[in-house]
T-cell receptor, first 111, second 117 residues
Framework: QKEVEQNSGPLSVPEGAIASLNCTYS??????FFWYRQYSGKSPELIMS??SNGDKEDGRFTAQLNKASQYVSLLIRDSQPSDSATYLC???????????WGAGTKLIIKP | SQTIHQWPATLVQPVGSPLSLECTVE??????LYWYRQAAGRGLQLLFY??????ISSEVPQNLSASRPQDRQFILSSKKLLLSDSGFYLC????????????????FGPGTRLTVL
């Protein structure tokens, strides 16, 4: 059973600090990983994609992938109250058309 | 960039009534299309996906069905709704332009919130 696991939270972070969200996956065949942000009552929004080992930065967001440890993370620098949301991690394999989804981590940024 | 339309935004239906949810995509061609359901406070459950016109793969046996009559149109249906069909229904599309459709990013429509009473 291919799985993507996330701590459900909530993860509470003070405004201006770094929020660190983590995700582990069971299938070594997973090649690509995606982080989505979902505000309450809204649909998920893609914020980062990462396809190779290492770090990928986009503005305040940094995604990190370690395939040897089967670990993906998302760092949010200078956290803002507007970053408060549920963050979903998803992974894909090259052998099918599906994403394997984590259950999401609820992030709360406290002013 | 692509735009994904879903309607209606909200729907309240009695148990045993039929259902038809439509999803259309603009700004891309030959995308993979997906139907997900999200129960309150839960993760995403993949219901159906389609890699082309008339091609439907079902992930969860249930009283729902899906069809793809056109390249950028995906329809979710039911003949008789159950209470357990309540949830947030999301249509997603890949860009259709990536080098490998199997690892393409998925983009979501605004969703339909269905309540079955």
């Amino acid at each position: 059973q291919k799985e993507v696991e996330q701590n459900s939270g909530p993860l509470s972070v003070p405004e201006g600090a770094i929020a660190s969200l983590n995700c582990t996956y069971s299938d070594r065949g997973s090649q690509s990983f995606f982080w989505y942000r979902q505000y309450s009552g809204k649909s998920p929004e893609l914020i980062m994609s990462i396809y190779s080992n290492g770090d990928k930065e986009d503005g305040r967001f940094t995604a990190q992938l370690n395939k040897a440890s089967q670990y993906v993370s998302l760092l949010i620098r200078d956290s803002q109250p507007s970053d408060s949301a549920t963050y979903l991690c998803a992974g894909s394999m090259d052998s099918n058309y599906q994403l394997i989804w984590g259950a999401g981590t609820k992030l709360i940024i406290k002013p | 960039s692509q735009t994904i339309h879903q309607w209606p935004a909200t729907l309240v239906q009695p148990v045993g009534s039929p259902l038809s949810l439509e999803c259309t995509v603009e700004g891309t061609s030959n995308p993979n299309l997906y139907w997900y359901r999200q129960a309150a406070g839960r993760g995403l459950q993949l219901l159906f996906y389609s890699v082309g016109i008339g091609q439907i793969s079902s992930e969860v046996p249930q009283n729902l069905s899906a069809s793809r009559p056109q390249d950028r149109q995906f329809i979710l249906s039911s003949k008789k709704l159950l209470l357990s069909d309540s949830g947030f229904y999301l249509c997603a599309s890949t860009s259709g332009t990536g080098r490998n459709k199997k690892i393409d990013e998925q983009f979501f429509g605004p969703g339909t919130r269905l309540t079955v009473l």
